[in-house]
């Protein structure tokens, strides 16, 4: 037998609210006697108090939250308005959920006609236009800027149920537009013949799916909006957590973001993006009278990362057809035996995804479990992805794979909403303030589609895809 071993994940900076900084210790401290007391910040200020740092700054927008979302979004709103924009993160860009993201921009998991559906649509489409653009300009093109691979995916399934919802979610999404095959096991075999999925099993085979690579993809997107620092449209400012909203104490509308080092005035919006971040920072930022409560929280997820792992040759991004059940549920499968303080609910699901990235790195998913923000490796749950990928692919159980030599394991937290679709829109009788959070384990791949939608509601347009499902209006007020 052959021993594995991860590669190794680069030291990210500390997560949010357990940053070594003065600052940041004092935030996270507030934040867990804002939960324990309810509100006990004077988070809505009429004016910074005199204590506040005298960094004070003049922008159009002010987005809080430096992932996927929030740079996607200042991102959008530098390229195509003239706005100017600062971006506040807590720690640093792929700090949060977005740094463990395994990168498929697929359409093989979506249900045609569903909330979420056009919005996907019309995100891929935009993640198609950006890497067609890197393509344009010649050297490494997309592959080398965005980790762009156009492998398609295979949603696969191994008994006959399962080849019966694989032909019937080929037909529907045939329908809507998508370029879907269904595969029986003999064809799958043919494409993709690491995969046993036994004599009943089989696929759908969506050519058209894609990849990125979420640390490129964040790294093109922040050297985008850089471009626009020296126009003095652009600011960054991170490990600087968001603490207060202050208000004008003439007309009471929200003026600015107080940060731990900096007071940022957005004229036009202020845009909370900080993923699963944003319940307890809202319930800062409105204070104890605010009835508004976005019930988003914190769904662990872990990765293994095996690098130039030659002994599997994979042709297309993989996922099991149980996945579509595994990321809308709150929990099904797996029960697992550990248990933290902070579990809300000790039962994890693990459903099989397998990805080889551009640098011939093979990646393995996924978990599902709530922990609330614990970044604790849990060595049964990488066991149990690793062997759920042993069920799909037969040479993964001939290697012992040795996870006490384990370096690289992605840890992230999707940001989840409890009816499985993102927020994003106006906080009620705050004309400037909206809120872009609640992907969940989509965050990647719809970013590009909710920073087209952002811009749009700032700027007052129609948009593209209708706004109204995700809205905060008529759903959690009161
Ligand atoms: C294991 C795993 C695999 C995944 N795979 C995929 C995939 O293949 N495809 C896909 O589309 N999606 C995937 N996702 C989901 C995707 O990663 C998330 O939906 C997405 O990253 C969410 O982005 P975000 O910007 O909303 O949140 P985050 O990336 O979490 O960013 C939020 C930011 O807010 C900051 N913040 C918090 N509090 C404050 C504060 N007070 N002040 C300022 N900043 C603050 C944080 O530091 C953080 O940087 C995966 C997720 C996981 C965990």
Known sequence: MDVAAFTSAPNLSPSPFTSGSPSSRAHRLSLRASRRRRHPLPALRSHPSASAPASVSHHDVVVVGAGIVGLSIARHLLLHTPLSVAVADAAVPCSGATGAGQGYVWMSHRTPGSDTWELAVRSKQLWEDLAAEMDGLGGGGARESLGWMKTGSLLVGRTSEELATLVEKTKVLSQAGINAECLDATSLHALEPALSVGNDGGAMFLPDDRQIDAFQAVSLIEKTNSSYSPKGRYMALYNDPAMSLIRSEVTGRVEAVQTSKNILYGRKAIVVASGAWTRSLLHSFLGPNSTL??????????????????????????????????????????????????????????????????????????????????????????????????????????????????????????????????????????????????????????????????????????????????????????
């Open 293 to 478: 409560d976005i019930p988003v929280k914190p769904r662990k997820g872990h990765l293994l990362v095996l690098e130039k792992f030659d002994r599997l040759k994979l042709n297309h991004g993989i996922m099991e057809v149980g996945y579509v059940d595994h990321q809308g549920a709150k929990s099904n499968s797996l029960p697992l035996s550990s248990k933290s303080n902070e579990d809300e609910d000790d039962a994890s699901s693990i459903s099989m995804t397998a990805t080889l990235n551009t640098k011939g790195h093979l990646v393995l998913g996924s978990s599902r479990e709530f922990k609330g923000f614990s970044r604790e490796v849990d060595k049964s749950i990488l066991k149990s992805i690793w062997d759920r990928a042993g069920n799909f692919f037969p040479a993964l159980n001939n290697i012992c794979l040795d996870i006490d030599e384990a370096k690289e394991i992605r840890i992230g937290h999707r940001p989840y909403m409890p009816d499985g679709k993102p927020v994003i829109g106006f906080v009620p009788d705050m004309s400037n303030v909206l809120i872009a959070t609640g992907h969940e384990g989509s965050g990647l791949a719809l970013s590009l589609g909710t920073a087209e939608m952002v811009t749009d509601m700032i700027l007052g347009n129609a948009g593209r895809v209708d706004f109204t499902p995700f809205s905060i209006e008529n759903r959690f007020s009161g």
